[in-house]
């Protein structure tokens, strides 16, 4: 990669606040007449430009007209309606706004505004003439000068693959901030990429990115709607060449990954699933289809803390950006409370300054956004990631009367988009460390295996205060009796067919086993005589019932409940052999696992020392122990997460996967060695009395 460094005064801007902080508004200044707006303010974004004016007591609605000017203020077309302000379409009606879109970018126009009451139209207000932004970035400067084939059309045409990839390229090669990676193909092989963006440079390495709390945008999942990954692309060349010090500074303290098309064989043939049909958006959880499996794979990896989902929906009378959390009721309620305090504590709030309507997906009325595991905004919820759907609207309506023509429609709708990426930019820069508190406390909760489990069901999503149109909330799919399990088990148990046996659900000679499905999703495994043992003592407790229950809605395969083996109080020393599951347990004595055997412990006290040679797996969440842990030599995989421990802590000699140490608190030191891959926190830090050793020494 190479970067020219620019010196341009053509600045990014990108985020609002700058905006604000930087650019004036052009003014409407003359007296008024009775009932005649006041106070009209024009302020030029990112493909829109913010009205705002002075309220007129009474008035039920606004109607803005937009008029192509030349420089000397004659008008060079005609005037139009291009927008009619609700009071409902904000939070802060005592400060209307509009953000008009949809016009060529770099255009001068004029605007007006006036009110109506109860039908009735009042005089305009006095006019406002200003250029508007241009395409982002100097076209002499390297880089800046790069465009989509979507801008260079004016959105008469969208970006195809192969202009995509030719853009791609050219930031990675002209940018040191990007690094871009192919994380799998389609099923038709084409690349899905994904640009990688850190200043002065991205982290070399997925463990090094998770590091930095990572978001990341998914721009296009859906082939026949192509806003957001439009958005995408124009982003990507913002935070790979902007000069803007804000921006530079949330990019120097976090890493931002963008999908632009995960669906590239649905985009070319501009349809809703991919080559075999399939809507990937329902494929998540179960990742049939090898673009969710490169999606799931990435996030395991990369471990993103919060992120955006695009689509386009099609709603033509209420908000340009409806909004959604992830529901599914086995949700950490932390997972869930911080994505809504993003979209009605920040993109609300932030959407009435700047003239966006942004309201609840479901704010139509429609039968949408319930609690599908499938669907990304759940899944990723289930994975312990803060993130929202974005659904633009596909189409202008009484609100938008302008977009009868399919440019404009195409432009407002992705410079919606471009606005809302970079507000999630800003909030994930502001609020990163309630977001990583949230997510930590996410994994303890899942990893320690309480409460019950719900196959299919979402949360409420409460009506916004009157007269937002969260008024009319998303509808609620509260879960049946035989939807859920009152008591989950300690774990599932697989045969060696259900594991590893061949699967006919996926595209041909693309078909993936269960083995490797739940491998792509990260999760715990213990090989056991018998089969394969998968404990719910792990950080996607949430999602593991509902891919190998025998009750789950949409199963991958249907595993045996392995029930506890001890609760209650057990006074003396326990040696485990075969696989002993505890399940808020008393054990007062010492813990001894035997060769080739399995604990899993969730909750309870150990008042001994517990010490594993050899075992199989070894599994400690939201445990007591009164005295050291041992864990040497274990074949399988080794996790302990959300433990008070008073004594050292040693995991010596795994040979598994790298064993997970996360959340604990440990009175004592903290040593790992010779383990064949090292032990790894996923970004939840222990507390340590003592010194950490070793592979340990970050932990």
């Given at each position: ?209 998770a590091a930095t709390n990572p978001l990341v945008v998914n721009c296009n999942v859906h082939g026949n709607e192509p806003g957001d990954r439009e958005a995408c692309l124009i982003m990507a060349r913002q935070l790979a060449f902007t000069d803007d010090p804000t921006t530079l500074g949330l990019l120097s303290r976090t890493t931002m990954l963008i999908v632009p098309t995960i669906n590239g064989d649905g985009r070319a043939a501009n349809s809703r699933g991919n080559s075999t049909g399939q809507d990937l958006n329902r494929d998540y959880s179960l990742i049939r289809q090898p673009e969710t499996q490169a999606f799931v794979e990435m996030v395991r990896d990369y471990r993103p803390i919060a992120s955006y989902d695009g689509h386009e929906y099609g709603n033509s009378n209420t908000g340009d950006l409806p909004m959604l959390p992830p529901r599914h009721q086995n949700v950490a309620q932390g997972i869930f409370d911080r994505s809504q305090h ?358």
């Amino acid at each position: 990669m190479r970067y020219r460094r620019t010196t341009a005064g053509v600045f990014s801007a990108l985020l609002a606040v700058t905006l604000a902080a930087t650019a004036q508004p052009a003014r409407a200044t003359t007296a008024a007449e009775p009932n005649q707006v006041r106070g009209l303010t024009v302020l030029p974004g990112d493909g829109y430009a913010t009205l705002a004016w002075t309220p007129v007591d009474g008035a039920t609605d606004y109607q803005i007209e937009r008029t192509p000017v030349a420089e000397d203020g004659t008008a060079t077309g005609a005037s139009v309606i291009v927008g009619v302000w609700r009071p409902n379409r904000q939070i802060n009606n005592s400060a209307p706004t509009f953000a008009d879109a949809g016009f060529a970018p770099g255009n001068r126009f004029q605007w007006r505004v006036r009110a109506r009451l109860d039908g009735t139209t009042q005089p305009y207000s006095n006019p406002v003439s200003d250029i508007t932004r241009g395409h982002w970035g100097d076209p002499d400067v390297p880089g800046q000068g790069l465009r989509t084939q979507w801008e260079t059309t004016l959105g008469a045409q969208y970006t195809d693959d192969v202009n995509e990839y030719a853009y791609t390229a050219a930031i990675d090669e002209l940018s040191d901030r990007v690094r871009v990676v192919e994380i799998g193909r389609t099923v038709q092989d084409r690349p899905i990429n994904m640009f990688v963006i850190g200043h002065p440079t991205p982290p070399a390495t997925p463990e090094a990115v998770a590091a930095t709390n990572p978001l990341v945008v998914n721009c296009n999942v859906h082939g026949n709607e192509p806003g957001d990954r439009e958005a995408c692309l124009i982003m990507a060349r913002q935070l790979a060449f902007t000069d803007d010090p804000t921006t530079l500074g949330l990019l120097s303290r976090t890493t931002m990954l963008i999908v632009p098309t995960i669906n590239g064989d649905g985009r070319a043939a501009n349809s809703r699933g991919n080559s075999t049909g399939q809507d990937l958006n329902r494929d998540y959880s179960l990742i049939r289809q090898p673009e969710t499996q490169a999606f799931v794979e990435m996030v395991r990896d990369y471990r993103p803390i919060a992120s955006y989902d695009g689509h386009e929906y099609g709603n033509s009378n209420t908000g340009d950006l409806p909004m959604l959390p992830p529901r599914h009721q086995n949700v950490a309620q932390g997972i869930f409370d911080r994505s809504q305090h993003m979209i009605e504590g920040h993109m609300y709030t932030q959407g009435a300054r700047d003239g966006w309507w942004a309201c609840p997906y479901g704010c139509t009325g429609a039968n949408v956004g319930l609690g599908e595991e499938t669907i990304l905004r759940n899944t990723l919820g289930l994975k312990n990631v803060v993130n929202s759907l974005l659904e633009l609207r596909s189409s202008g309506g009484p609100t938008r009367p302008d977009e009868g023509n399919t440019a404009n429609n195409r432009r407002r709708k992705t410079y919606s988009a471009l606005w809302t990426f970079h507000q999630f930019l800003a909030y994930h820069g502001a609020n990163v460390g309630a977001i990583t508190a949230a997510r930590a406390e996410a994994i303890r909760f899942q990893s320690a295996n309480t409460g019950r489990i719900v196959f299919r069901g979402s949360r409420p999503i409460e009506a916004y205060p009157a007269p937002h149109p969260g008024d009319t909330p998303p509808p609620l799919d509260a879960p049946s009796a035989d939807q859920i399990l009152a008591q989950p088990p300690c774990a599932y148990q697989l045969t060696e067919e259900q594991y590893h046996g061949a699967r006919t659900d996926g595209p041909a000679g693309r078909q993936t086993t269960v083995a490797e499905r739940l491998a792509a999703h990260g999760w715990t495994v213990v090989k056991v005589a018998g089969g394969y043992l998968v404990p719910l003592s792990q950080p996607e407790r949430g999602l593991v019932p509902l891919l190998l229950d025998e009750q789950a809605a949409e199963g991958l395969v249907a595993g045996e409940r392995i029930a506890p083996t001890r609760t209650g109080t057990h006074n003396g020393p326990l040696t485990v052999t075969g696989v002993a599951c505890l399940a808020d347990a008393t054990v007062r004595g010492p813990v001894r696992v035997r060769p080739g055997a399995t604990l899993i412990v969730n909750g309870g006290s150990i008042n001994g020392p517990v010490d594993a040679a050899g075992a199989a797996g070894f599994v400690l969440t939201a445990g007591t122990v009164n005295g050291p842990v041992n864990v040497t030599g274990t074949t399988g995989p080794v996790l302990l997460v959300g433990n008070r421990i008073s004594g050292p802590v040693n995991v010596v000699n795994s040979a598994g996967v790298a064993p997970l140490l996360a959340g604990n608190s440990v009175n004592g030191p903290l040593g790992c060695t010779g383990n064949a891959a090292a032990p790894v926190n996923i970004e939840v830090a222990n507390a340590v009395s003592g010194p950490r050793f070793d592979q340990c020494a970050g932990l």
